[in-house]
């Protein structure tokens, strides 16, 4: 019913600046979060970054000051610069959503959806 597409991964060097970016489409009432998490070999998934439709952020204490989490409610697309980048950041990053069909009318609980993951690999 929704679908996530991420994109703006690739392979950078440490210092470097890269941009991902996730758009939801589908029978989408409304988008209450958007948010990234990322996944590397050997570790749990953790979150990187969340931002409510109201515009309150949440971000990991590894990536504050560096990334930014932006949302355009318009076009449901979700944004993370990512300034200064560095082998940690490494990972399979994941774009989550949060939202309500459009399908159906009152819902209790909205519908989580992961995208596909795109790839940052951060070399020394």
């Known amino acids: 019913q929704v679908q996530l597409l991420e994109s703006g991964g690739g392979p950078v060097q440490a210092g470097d600046f890269l941009k991902l970016s996730c758009a939801a489409s589908g029978h989408i009432f409304s988008t209450i979060t958007m948010g990234w998490y990322r996944k590397s070999p050997g570790k749990q998934r953790e979150l990187v970054a969340a931002v409510t439709s109201g515009g309150t952020t949440n971000y990991a204490d590894s990536v504050k000051g560096r990334f930014t989490i932006s949302r355009d409610n318009a076009k449901n697309t979700v944004y993370l610069p990512m300034n200064s980048l560095k082998p940690e950041d490494t990972a399979v990053y994941y774009c989550?959503?949060?939202?309500?069909?459009?399908?159906?009318?009152?819902?209790?609980?909205?519908?989580?959806?992961w995208g596909q993951g795109t790839l940052v690999t951060v070399s020394s």
């Open positions: 989550k959503t949060s939202s309500y069909s459009g399908l159906y009318g009152y819902q209790r609980n909205p519908l989580q959806t």
